[in-house]
């Protein structure tokens, strides 16, 4: 890397964690540092356009950050909101996302994902932000998380809804009213009731 750069790119990406190429470019730096620091083994490209600091230390949900720094407007949802939420003993293989009905579909590759579709009212509601290795990824909230497993049942397993809602019950991660406010817009309030009596 070049001394007479006033940015030092190596302490910009132990602060930010997961880094674009694009974003070096932003604040001024070449990408050409980039590959310079991967040759000198400082760095790693951890996926198309992804570099970290090579002697970063991997947060648990580390694919979550990598796929919301490609797509800062998709929302983590599914089993991987699942996991990251402890509500699930499943080991999803790809990150979960979910995007507009409308949005372009993401090409990640390498990064395994699962891209499903929401409407406007679902991709609004229940999500919280959380910053993982200094990127904010959007993640939808427990109760959401819960309801969204019963709208896509067919795709997930209707076991792993089940599971999903006596854990969030038995961990007190949302209330009965947060589970029907979240039905009510996903248009499962009738689905769910059933589940919710049985587990009362």
Known sequence: MDDSNPLDLL?????KGVVRARDVEAIGIPRKYLSRLVERGQA??????????????????????????????????????????????ELPR?????????AWRPQLAPVPV?????????????????????????????????????????????????????DCRRKRACTNDELMEHAAVCRMTNVMRPYLEAVA
Do not use: N, Q
Not at 11 to 15: E, K, P, S
Not at 94 to 102: D, P, Q, S
């Open 114 to 166: 699962r891209v499903v579709r929401f409407s406007a009212a679902a991709l609004s509601t229940g999500v919280e932000d959380h910053l993982i290795e200094g990127v904010p990824v959007h993640i939808t909230s427990p109760a959401k998380t819960v309801v969204d497993c019963f709208k896509f049942r067919h795709k997930i397993g209707v076991e792993i809804a089940i599971e999903a809602l006596r």
């Open 94 to 102: 790809e990150t979960w996302l979910a995007i507009g009905a409308t």
């Open 11 to 15: 302490d910009y990406l132990h602060l």
């Open 44 to 89: 790693e490209r951890i996926g198309r356009g992804l570099y970290m600091a090579a002697d970063a230390e991997w947060e648990p949900h580390h694919s979550l950050a990598a796929v919301a720094a490609r797509v800062p407007h998709g929302v983590v949802c599914l089993l991987s909101a699942l996991l990251f939420h402890e509500l699930t003993s």
